[in-house]
């Protein structure tokens, strides 16, 4: 079993921060640090979009609309991936969920999935 889990979701009012912070569990937690992460988010009525993704050899990308104001960062010690938001907008209102890809020939030697989703986080931007 693999487990993720966000958290440091909310309501906050346009120009405010937030932080979330996504923990791994179970048999992911060995390779942690071989895997890509990333980070995505899903508006009411959108597709799930692509925020930010971290390679296993610590590249970044953001997607354009967040530029500038989003952070990724991992601790492989910790097997966590946190997302910093900062000058967050009403735009960036979405449910934030945690993505955890291990490299392909290491999961299926190891009899995981490629691809882990955590429950999601509710973000939402507001006066």
């Known amino acids: 079993q693999v487990q993720l889990v966000e958290s440091g979701g909310g309501l906050v009012q346009p120009g405010g921060s937030l932080r979330l912070s996504c923990a791994s569990s179970?048999?992911?937690?060995?390779?942690?640090?071989?895997?890509?992460l990333g980070w995505y988010r899903q508006a009411a009525g959108k597709q799930r979009e692509l925020v930010a993704v971290?390679?296993?050899?610590?590249?970044?990308t953001y997607a354009d609309s967040v530029k500038g104001r989003i952070t990724i960062s991992r601790d492989n010690n910790k097997r966590t991936v946190d997302l910093q938001m900062n000058n967050l907008v009403p735009e960036d209102t979405a449910v934030f969920y945690c993505?955890?890809?291990?490299?392909?020939?290491?999961?299926?030697?190891?009899?995981?999935?490629?691809?882990?989703w955590g429950q999601g986080t509710q973000v939402s931007v507001s006066a």
């Open positions: 971290m390679t296993e050899g610590g590249s970044v």
């Open positions: 993505n955890v890809k291990p490299p392909v020939s290491l999961a299926r030697a190891l009899g995981l999935q490629t691809d882990y």
């Open positions: 179970g048999r992911i937690f060995t390779i942690f640090n071989r895997c890509n």
